[in-house]
């Protein structure tokens, strides 16, 4: 901790010096996920284990994240063997600093079919719920499987600040990624859906991550990205740097799907695409 907060001083001292305003707006909360980020790499040791065959601490999800300290100043680290865990699971915000890690996006799978209706909202059906703050992912793959005509149907919702993945998937049709309210940071990832694949109210960046697209049913266009923002005031937003843009492996672009990059959820949404590959399913109109 003491590493994270010297780091982190110099570096805001160094800043502060060379840029203006408006850029430390935007760059400092990517300075504080990455140092948070790279300290998480250099400390993995796993607490508790969690494995499907038996051969673990725990056989569920659920029970290793009860089992966590509440309100941990420290890091706590999950590991999740591999396997297909069938579960919804719940990150409430008194466990905080909590790591998943897996062994492999496509090996440690968390996988759900909640949808909207039967009483559910959009928020409610997401498969993974992530509330405490300094949350971090890796090798694992986040999925809900209700199908490209059951309507929204969120693979991940998180809404913790300080929260990081690094190579994880997250794989559904509508509203798959649902970055709800916070600082979030993104590396190597991957995001697979139709509709909306990425929303929410987050301070959001996503460097060398991969945004694939499905077909999305008769009659519908893809969204790649929605964000909301009420108001010019608002310093939220969505960054794309480095990323790839493109069609998912089974999509066939001789069903006439049209791909846009956003589109306008309230009046001020804003999103930045930079130094990114934009594939030829990405409509001209945006």
Request: net charge positive.
């Amino acid at each position: 901790m003491e590493r994270k907060l010297m780091l982190m001083f110099w570096v805001w001292r160094w800043l502060k010096q060379t840029w203006s305003r408006n850029k430390l707006k935007i760059i400092c909360p990517i300075i504080i996920l990455t140092v948070w980020l790279v300290q998480g790499k250099l400390d993995s040791e796993f607490h508790i284990t969690v494995a499907l065959d038996g051969s673990g601490d725990f056989n569920t999800i659920p029970h290793a994240v009860n089992a966590a300290p509440n309100y941990s100043r420290e890091r706590y680290y999950i590991r999740i063997k591999a396997g297909t865990y069938v579960e919804n699971v719940v990150v409430r915000k008194k466990k905080t600093n909590i790591s998943f890690i897996g062994d492999g996006m496509g090996v440690t799978i968390i996988t759900g079919n909640k949808r909207v209706g039967k009483d559910l909202v959009t928020f409610e059906t997401a498969t993974v719920e992530i509330n405490g703050v300094g949350f971090m992912a890796k090798h694992i793959t986040f999925r809900n499987y209700a199908g490209p005509t059951n309507g929204q149907a969120v693979a991940m919702k998180c809404s913790a600040t300080f929260s990081s993945f690094f190579r994880c998937r997250f794989k559904g049709y509508q509203d798959t990624l649902y970055v709800h309210r916070g600082i979030q940071f993104y590396e190597e990832c991957e995001m697979l859906g139709t509709t909306d694949i990425i929303f929410g109210d987050a301070k959001v960046v996503f460097q060398n991550c991969g945004i694939y697209a499905y077909n999305p049913g008769e009659r519908h266009s893809n969204v790649i990205t929605v964000r909301r923002r009420d108001s010019h005031e608002d310093e939220a937003g969505i960054s794309f740097y480095q990323c790839t843009i493109a069609a998912a492996q089974d999509f066939n672009p001789n069903l006439g799907t049209k791909t846009y990059l956003g589109r306008p959820w309230r009046p001020f949404s804003t999103v930045v695409i930079m130094q990114s590959f934009l594939d030829y399913i990405t409509d001209p109109e945006g």
